[in-house]
């Protein structure tokens, strides 16, 4: 395959795949935000959340206020300083759009777009709050660690990043901020603007820089491929613990935990999902594994 039609095909792909994102966003309001049967459900995980929360609001509050206006501008002149160190023009401009971008379209999608019908009657969380403006901000640290970090090491940027990414999402719903399915939007948020601009300024797809040591190609491979698994994996164990509850009231703490549970482990699962898609584009093109022998 030529060069350039395996451009033309990542840019392709990075049109379609954030145009499926942003319909995902959509998709999570329609179903958990502006249907009764989804309010009831996230409602039991919201009420769940309630469980231990006085041992574990403290450490989430920590990570929680990290988050603010200037952090965030903090970001974008950190994450553009270095790309223009580095002479990559393009890596800092597609930070200031990434972060400034997912970041906009958040507030925006929350306050003048989205509604939130009361269909439970709960006395909290009666207004919208999709997708989460705490969740979106701690993942465009994430994608401004990717873009703005050498290739070799954007494996690893992406792992703590988007590890951060889905502490501070967790710690929302600890403190009850905010519900699973405002967590989830965030990071479709972020990765269809991750994509999108990486299409669009042609960033990442290129081959593993020559001289890259062994071991660091191996650990870009085996990282993709952790958070594929651990993403499906918990993508199935939130399935399971969604089809319970539509079985249950959430009237014991059993059924809360379950509900709560599952919601908590769907956000891994879309997190891990979300940073394979953002290194898969923004990242440099896998390298086979030497053939043995």
Not at 52 to 58: A, F, S, V
Not at 191 to 202: Q, T
């Amino acid at each position: 395959m030529s060069p350039g039609t395996r451009d033309g095909g990542r840019r392709a792909a990075g049109f379609v795949l954030a145009a499926a994102a942003a319909g995902a966003v959509l998709l999570l309001w329609w179903v958990f935000v502006n249907h009764p049967g989804g309010q009831r459900l996230e409602q039991v995980a919201y009420e769940g959340s309630s469980i231990g929360r006085t041992r574990l609001e403290d450490s989430a509050q920590q990570i929680l206020d990290v988050v603010s206006v200037p952090f965030l501008a903090v970001v974008i002149v950190v994450g553009m300083s270095i790309s223009l160190i580095r002479g990559r023009g393009r890596d800092a401009l597609a930070v200031a759009v990434v972060v400034a971008g997912a970041n906009v379209t958040t507030q925006v999608l929350k306050y003048h777009v989205l509604e939130r019908p009361d269909f439970t009657g709960a006395a909290q969380m009666h207004w919208n709050s999709l997708p989460s403006g705490h969740t979106t901000v701690a993942a465009t640290v994430g994608a401004a660690a990717l873009l703005a970090t050498v290739p070799r090491w954007r494996w690893l940027a992406t792992l703590l990043g988007f590890a951060y990414a889905g502490g501070t999402g967790i710690s929302t719903m600890i403190g009850g901020w905010h519900r699973a399915s405002d967590v989830v939007a965030a990071f479709f948020v972020v990765v269809a603007w991750i994509v999108l601009v990486s299409a669009v300024l042609r960033i990442g797809g290129d081959p593993v820089p020559a001289g890259t040591p062994s071991w660091m190609v191996a650990a870009d491979r085996y990282t993709r491929r952790l958070f594929l698994v651990v993403g499906l994996a918990a993508g199935f164990a939130a399935l399971l613990s969604l089809m319970l509850t539509t079985q249950s009231d959430g009237s014991s703490r059993a059924e809360l935990l379950i509900a709560y549970g599952g919601a908590s482990v769907g956000v891994l699962s879309v997190a891990c999902l979300t940073a394979f898609v953002a290194l898969w584009f923004a990242g440099p093109r896998p390298a086979s594994p030497r053939p043995r022998g």
